[in-house]
């Protein structure tokens, strides 16, 4: 006798139908003829949609052909049903009569899931880069009894895309362990603890799948929404009119390997910064540490003077305009995060002179001996004989009394 196959699994929720498909391939080098059927105590909820099993008459197979079975799965209660679908060779090509015939065993299992809406959804916020830690307790809606020594089990599901680009960041950014799976009434409660850490801004959903161990499940959607992580930094880049000047941003790898990145402003970011580069690669931390995220002082940009290889990521600042100070945010991704950080463009400050620092090239002094004769000069100065003559007149003329 045959091996049984693997049980093949069809989920259909309450009050709904689905449908799944058994494969049979023929080991033999020629045609044959089978016939396919049930075994003994198939439930309801399962059926054999086959012609074949339908008429009782023989299914031929081509040599090494496949035979498809489709099965058909319409629950009418919370719980697992299995069943056994056989293929029967009544004279198998080089087997003895007296061998009789071959019969393959192809087990299904239908599961039903709970009515889609009863189950209570649940939602998710936080900044991307941070942390939250809750509580579920998930009500099995439509659970009738709760048998002895009944146990639950879960599953997280998550979109495949999503799983791919973020399963391995820090050993999983979502993540739910089981508290109580053990309850001993139905309107009682399970209660896992659920662990959410976004590396990047995201909005996605997924699924909590929770099975009886004697059949049925339900599903609980998830909504996980990151929004933009707090500022890893300001920008600050100064250059006088008509000059350019750049910042470096030092970032590293948060693992042991260089991981690539993207760095680009958002649209409303003016056109006087650019970012160099584009596109490049984030070293890990230095002696394997904790990456440190630091912005460095802007330097002119003129000459070459800048060592554009001292630094993954340099910040460029052209003044345009006089007197304004220009504003804009700059995104940073790699494939496990996002950094974010403002960007500043605006002239160096005016710093007041010192007018006592200040030398000057002309001697507005005199020199003492200048000084001394001029003064000597002015003490032995004649009196003006005019000047004296004009006192005495006005002293001596009479007051005339006016009418």
């Known amino acids: 006798r045959p091996a049984p196959a693997e049980t093949v699994p069809v989920f259909a929720a309450l009050g709904s139908a689905a449908t799944t ?16 059927g049930v075994a003994v105590g198939c439930p309801p909820e399962l059926e054999l949609l086959h012609d074949g099993a339908r008429a009782g008459a023989p299914v031929t197979v081509a040599a090494w052909g496949a035979l498809t079975l489709p099965v058909c799965f319409r629950p009418s209660r919370l719980a697992a049903s299995r069943a056994e679908v ?27 899931e709970a009515r889609p809406g009863t189950s209570q959804g649940f939602s998710f916020k936080c900044k991307a880069r941070s942390r939250v830690d809750k509580s579920l307790e998930v009500v099995l809606h439509g659970l009738a009894a709760v048998q002895p020594g009944e146990t639950f089990s879960h599953e997280l599901v998550v979109p495949a895309e999503l ?36 590396p990047r801004v995201m909005s996605a959903e997924a699924e909590l799948l929770v099975t009886k161990s004697t059949g049925g499940r339900w599903r609980f959607p998830m909504a996980l929404v990151a929004g933009e992580p707090d500022l890893d930094g300001t920008v600050l880049v100064e250059a006088s009119m008509d000059t350019s000047a750049a910042a470096p941003v030092y970032l590293h790898a948060r693992g042991t390997e260089p991981v690539t990145f993207t760095a680009s402003f958002t649209p409303d970011t003016p056109l006087s910064f650019t970012v160099t580069p584009a596109r490049g690669t984030l070293p890990p931390a230095p002696g394997g540490g904790t990456p440190v995220v630091r912005v460095g002082a802007s330097q002119p940009a003129g000459g070459g003077a800048i060592d554009y290889a001292s630094a993954p990521l340099w910040v460029s600042y052209t003044c345009r305009d006089f007197g304004k100070v220009l504003r804009g945010k700059l995104f940073v991704e790699t494939p496990d995060g996002q950094y974010s950080f403002d960007v500043v463009g605006r002239q160096p400050a005016y710093v007041k002179p010192d007018k006592d620092a200040l030398s000057s090239n002309v001697d507005h002094k005199l020199s003492p001996e200048m000084a001394a004769r001029l003064e000597a000069a002015g003490a032995s100065r004649r009196p003006s004989v005019v000047r004296e003559n004009i006192k005495s007149v006005k002293k001596a003329a009479p007051t005339v009394a006016r009418r």
């Open 21 to 36: 498909s058994l494969t049979w391939n023929s080991p033999f080098a020629e045609a044959i003829s089978v016939r396919v």
């Open 163 to 198: 799983r791919r680009e973020l399963g391995e960041h820090d050993g999983g950014w979502l993540s739910i362990t089981p508290v109580r799976t053990i309850i001993r009434d139905a309107s009682e409660p399970l209660v896992f603890a659920l662990s959410f850490a976004p």
């Open 86 to 112: 056989t293929v029967a060779v009544e004279q198998p090509p080089g087997v003895a009569p007296a061998c009789g015939q071959l019969v393959w065993t192809l087990p299904v299992m239908g599961v039903a």
